[in-house]
């Protein structure tokens, strides 16, 4: 499990902090007091989601709310169409209630009002799921994965699926083999400042970024990393897209 959702299991709720500049600030009160007891953990789930859908269309859905976490449910391999994202604060659970039924795309989606043990459930579950079905999409996997040996290596991997609440160490501790500087490393933004869930890491040579395709499609915490030889040529591109 990657480095921040194992704070936010352990934590709870007051791993959220501040969000400088959010409507809708929080502050978790002390648990000392036996009168106030711990707020609500802010996850809504959703169904109905299209299934090409990823975590920077469901941020776009939420608009103007802080997103800390999209997980995509999946069944037999398959995507189910239902998630759970979490939020940055429980008032703004309710602001997210408000979006049920709404399109996305075609699709309107339904959000429903969802429990901390039921989220954690659904990652021990995803988990477990990405570990247990190493014989699913073979065919589509095998021209994927003969597409990307093909493909020259600048020294630079493009990563696509992060959480949106990974941060440069999640990703140094993913390359752990690897010797890297938080300088080499390069999480994209939209032009809102909002993470994107990819990301761009220099390594020190081509021969490097073509041995760390071996962590193409493992997991940071429940989410499949897909990696893609890239360049500095596209890095500089993403990075001033989200300036």
Known sequence: MGAKRQRMVDQGPSFYGNSPGSSFMYNAPPYGYVSQPPPPFPVVRLRGLPFDC???DVAEFFRGLDIVDVLFIHKGGKFTGEAFCVLGYPLQVDFALQKNRQNMGRRYV???RSKRQDYYKAIANEVSE???SPRRNISRAKSYDEGK???EHTGVLRLRGLPFSAGKDDIMEFFKDFVLSEDS???TMNSEGRPTGEAFVEFANAEDSKAAMAKDR????SRYIELFPSSIEELDEAVSRGR
């Open 54 to 56: 990823t975590e920077t």
């Open 218 to 221: 493992m997991t940071l915490g």
């Open 185 to 187: 490393i390069h999480i």
């Open 149 to 151: 040996e093909l493909a």
């Open 130 to 132: 990405s570990r247990g």
């Open 110 to 112: 339904e959000v429903f």
